[in-house]
């Protein structure tokens, strides 16, 4: 029995030591498995979070964010220790006292897991949360619960309890796509998380437990139980008073939604975003936490974009009703929710709203009873349909309506838009337009709108769009005329020109936009009323080769520009941006100063990248780096004076009655009014408004730069400037007003209602007193040409004929 007995303990001993043998070696393997396969903690340890790019205006304003995660990290010391508090006792109240892992939670968790039959209690510790959320999968396994808790460890020798808990507010998810407690602050009550009250931290602290589940805004009624759960526990341990529990427990829950950007313009944020990816990349841009400060002006944008809206609705009141945008049917008493929901999901462009046609006001006339997305029943007046004549084409309508009746019915979905007695009948715009401003002195751009709707698309008309200027160009011609001789008082034969080519078919003969000829005329009423066949004239006379390189001075590309004299008449493909460009050298006293976007670009950190302080343009002097002399200060004044006059008695006469103060301008519609455009200025802003369709088409009869695009670029300089103190065009040295005989360009005998008076440059004003009237000298006779318009005196294309016939 005795040797029975030892022979047993003796094999329970070589078990004993063959099962701590083995469960040494499955440690071993365990603890080489887990060195393999557990990720390294460096990313953890060099913090660097995934934070997006902010782009702001000038005045501070946040229009634009890119990056997927909204992320605004803040030190440690920068977070109340009341909201650092709230999360520990949701999620690890013995967060300073465990070394990584809470040993109790751990077998707490597993004791319910086993229970349930499933995973349902992690018992995960703030650090174990910091390891899954930064190296791991939210999987439910036990390899994946065995590398967090070694992650754990290691991240404890590494780090302090304050790093860790710095990382894990900074970067927990709590929904709504806000990460960390500061970006969630600002998603659920619109302030920072140093304003927020007890009962808001603590709500803020339940939702990592499940920030779906617990989202405030679409389950109130489960954030408000895990937010007393929040509560008991801080008050468990110790951390607030029962007085300030029970004030936040009666709180209600009133968190809603507020967007990252409370005033996105999506468009010109696009913009901004493409010229940061071409200088850092795309990583940098959407995760380096760069903050992009923009030249616009916040006001200035809002009112240009405001500017816009109104003149392409106004074209799309002078061309007609294209009808409906739906029918849905007249909804019945159980079906006003579904049509709301079914508003809802109609697009709402600019200003506009989708709205249901409920039925008619009394007696038919009265208007037209709608239902808008948010539930609003409101009466749409008649006077604002009378419009609505049916469009048939952009050059006709069809007969005007009798009523509301014969413009919509019952069930129909149109678009409303908001007006000073309340709603008024509109239609989403075909048409398209862009308008940039830039402060001539420095270059920076302070509004640029490049659509109707700010946030449709990333194609930014005013950047990106090349059209033709038409007639807006030509001031950059009569400059290159000016500096080469000339002066406003030259006479210019505006008569027919013939270009002949091989055959009578291929002869060209261009035409004034009104279709008659004034025969000599001074080279300021050419400008005035924007004469194409003097325009030409003047452009041969100048020499193409001359005027084609100083044009490009103005920024243009000077291989765009056409090796012909079309390019008088505007035919180059430009953008409104180059455009407005192109314009500071009238504002500038000569000087072009190179348009830019971005101001100022720091790291998530505060460290300046990028801060380009133009040197302010001081005309008496060299420029600066991004300004460029293109003609003399006594040119310039002479232009400036001239296209004041386009403004006050010319094509721009619409802008000269909405402004209360001196401007210059100049109108622009290309062939078939394809495009309209009006560039304009004063000493402290110049403007430039392109119209016209994306998939160039006529505008339709009279739709010219004077009529459609002229009274967007009045609105919106007519409210920037507002109260602003006139300043006048500064006049340089080396200028002499001379009165002269309207007729000849020569001196006045004596005043009279034939007579004006003049500036020219010193030593260039006329010599000879008026007696009859005289070609200038070296111009022809009124007849043709004997050679087309092209640098080598080929044959010009049909093309080009084309496109002069009926420029303006």
């Not at 809002?302 to 009703?321: D, I, K, N, P, W």
Request: glycine share 12%; charged share 25%.
């Amino acid at each position: 029995m005795e040797k029975k007995s030892g022979v047993i303990g003796v094999r329970m001993r070589r078990i004993m030591r063959w099962g701590l043998g083995g469960g040494a070696g499955l440690l071993v393997l365990l603890a080489g498995w887990l060195y393999v396969t557990v990720p390294s903690i460096d990313r953890i340890v060099s913090y660097d979070p995934k934070v997006p790019m902010r782009i702001y205006t000038a005045d501070g304003r946040l229009i634009g964010q890119y990056g997927e995660q909204y992320r605004l990290p803040l030190p440690l010391k920068d977070i109340p220790k009341g909201m650092r508090r709230a999360f520990l006792a949701a999620e690890d109240a013995d967060f300073y006292s465990h070394p990584g892992i809470d040993l109790a939670g751990i077998t707490r968790a597993l004791i319910a897991d086993i229970r349930a039959g499933a995973f349902v209690q992690g018992g995960s510790t703030i650090t174990q949360q910091v390891a899954r959320t930064f190296l791991l999968s939210r999987e439910r396994t036990i390899s994946r619960k065995l590398r967090e808790t070694f992650l754990a460890f290691e991240i404890e020798v590494a780090l302090t309890k304050r790093e860790v808990l710095h990382r894990y507010l900074n970067q927990v998810y709590l929904g709504s796509g806000a990460y960390g407690v500061q970006a969630a602050a600002r998603t659920f009550y619109g302030r920072p998380v140093t304003e927020l009250t007890l009962a808001e931290r603590a709500l803020l602290a339940g939702l990592p437990k499940g920030p779906a589940y617990y989202n405030p805004i679409r389950h109130p009624e489960r954030a408000r139980a895990r937010r007393d759960y929040v509560l008991h526990q801080m008050l468990d341990a110790g951390w607030v008073g029962p007085d300030a529990v029970l004030r936040a427990l009666e709180t209600p829950v009133h968190a809603a939604y507020h967007p990252p950007v409370a005033e996105p313009r999506p468009m010109l944020a696009a913009a901004v975003r493409k010229r940061v990816i071409a200088r850092y990349g795309e990583e940098t841009a959407a995760t380096g936490g760069l903050q992009v400060v923009t030249t616009i002006d916040g006001r200035l944008q809002r009112l240009a974009q405001e500017a816009v809206q109104e003149g392409l609705l106004a074209y799309t009141r002078r061309h007609g009703f294209r009808g409906p945008v739906a029918h849905l049917g007249p909804p019945g008493p159980d079906g006003l929710k579904e049509a709301r929901n079914r508003l809802r999901a109609l697009e709402a462009p600019g200003p506009l709203r989708p709205a249901l046609v409920l039925g008619f006001g009394q007696g038919g006339r009265e208007g037209v009873r709608a239902l808008l997305a948010d539930g609003r029943r409101v009466l749409v007046p008649w006077s604002t349909m009378e419009w609505a004549r049916p469009f048939r084409t952009t050059r006709s309508r069809g007969p005007a309506p009798a009523g509301p009746r014969q413009v919509v019915r019952a069930g129909d979905v149109v678009h409303l838009r908001p007006a000073a007695s309340g709603w008024a009948f509109s239609q989403v715009p075909v048409v398209e337009g862009a308008l940039v401003a830039v402060d001539p002195d420095s270059g920076a751009a302070r509004a640029v709108v490049g659509g109707f709707e700010p946030g449709a698309g990333s194609f930014n008309r005013a950047l990106q769009a090349r059209r033709q200027p038409g007639s807006a160009f030509k001031p950059l011609v009569y400059a290159a005329a000016l500096a080469r001789g000339m002066t406003p008082a030259t006479l210019i034969n505006d008569a027919p020109l013939v270009f002949r080519g091989s055959g009578e078919a291929s002869s060209w003969r261009p035409e004034n936009y009104s279709r008659t000829f004034h025969g000599p005329t001074r080279l300021r009423e050419g400008l005035v009323h924007s004469r194409n066949l003097m325009a030409l004239r003047v452009l041969r006379r100048t020499g193409l080769d001359y005027g084609r390189r100083f044009t490009a001075r103005f920024g243009l590309e000077r291989e765009r520009l056409p090796d012909d004299l079309t390019l008088a008449l505007g035919t180059a493909g430009v953008t409104p941006w180059a455009m407005t460009g192109a314009y500071t050298a009238f504002a500038n006293q000569g000087v072009r100063t190179e348009p830019y976007l971005i101001e100022r670009i720091l790291t998530c950190g505060g460290r300046v990248l990028l801060d380009r302080h133009p040197e302010r343009v001081d005309t008496g002097t060299v420029p600066g780096k991004h300004a460029r002399r293109v003609m003399s200060p006594q040119v310039s004044y002479q232009m400036t004076a001239m296209l004041q006059e386009v403004v006050e008695n010319g094509t721009g006469w619409r802008v000269d009655r909405g402004m209360d103060r001196p401007v210059g301008g100049k109108t622009g519609t290309t062939n078939r009014q394809e495009d309209a455009w009006f560039m304009g200025y004063t000493p402290r802003l110049v403007t430039g408004v392109w119209v016209g369709f994306d998939r160039p088409r006529s505008l339709g009869r009279k739709e010219t730069g004077s009529r459609a695009a002229s009274p967007v670029w009045t609105r919106f300089m007519a409210r920037t400037l507002r109260g602003r103190a006139y300043t006048p065009f500064e006049r340089p040295d080396g200028l002499i007003r001379v009165q002269i005989d309207k007729e000849t360009g020569l001196l006045a005998e004596s005043p009279g209602p034939g007579t004006r008076f003049e500036w020219f440059r010193a030593g260039m004003a006329p010599a000879r007193t008026a007696t009859t009237p005289t070609l200038a000298q070296g111009e022809e006779p009124e007849g043709g040409l004997s050679t087309p318009p092209s640098a080598n005196g080929s044959e010009g294309s049909g093309e080009a004929r084309s496109l002069l016939n009926d420029l303006f």
